[in-house]
Nanobody
Framework: QVQLVESGGGLVQAGGSLRLSCAAS????????MGWFRQAPGKEREFVAA????????YYADSVKGRFTISRDNAKNTVYLQMNLLKPEATAVYYC???????????????????WGQGTQVNVSS
């Protein structure tokens, strides 16, 4: 089992920044891939960004490229999502997810991930 705990959500004005954190514990693996997804009220969960733990390769949804950055701290088993130039449409619950043994599946698909955090709320006011 892998446990994921998100933090860092909150209220920010449009154009502002937030950094989300996701601390992983339990049976973590150097073969992990970790991702961030978000779900706005009345909408489906959507992919935001992902990172392969071993090589550090990153992947982004087109809607956040150039504004969001995903990174990891191996020593802390923590993945971060730095969100800049936030827009009101970014308001959502943000979820961290982990695929413990990444084997090449699409990292933009929620079905790829085995473990999920409880989510953290991000509100962007206009």
């Amino acid at each position: 089992q892998v446990q994921l705990v998100e933090s860092g959500g909150g209220l920010v004005q449009a154009g502002g920044s937030l950094r989300l954190s996701c601390a992983a514990s339990g049976r973590t693996s150097s073969s992990m891939a970790m991702g961030w997804f978000r779900q706005a009220p009345g909408k489906e969960r959507e992919f935001v960004a992902a990172i392969r733990w071993s090589v550090g390769s990153t992947y982004y949804a087109d809607s956040v490229k150039g504004r969001f950055t995903i990174s990891r701290d191996n020593a802390k088993n923590t993945v971060y999502l730095q969100m800049n130039l936030l827009k009101p449409e970014a308001t959502a619950v943000y979820y961290c997810a982990a695929d413990r043994q990444y084997s090449g599946s699409s990292l933009s698909r929620s079905a790829t991930y085995d473990y999920w955090g409880q989510g953290t709320q991000v509100n962007v006011s206009s």
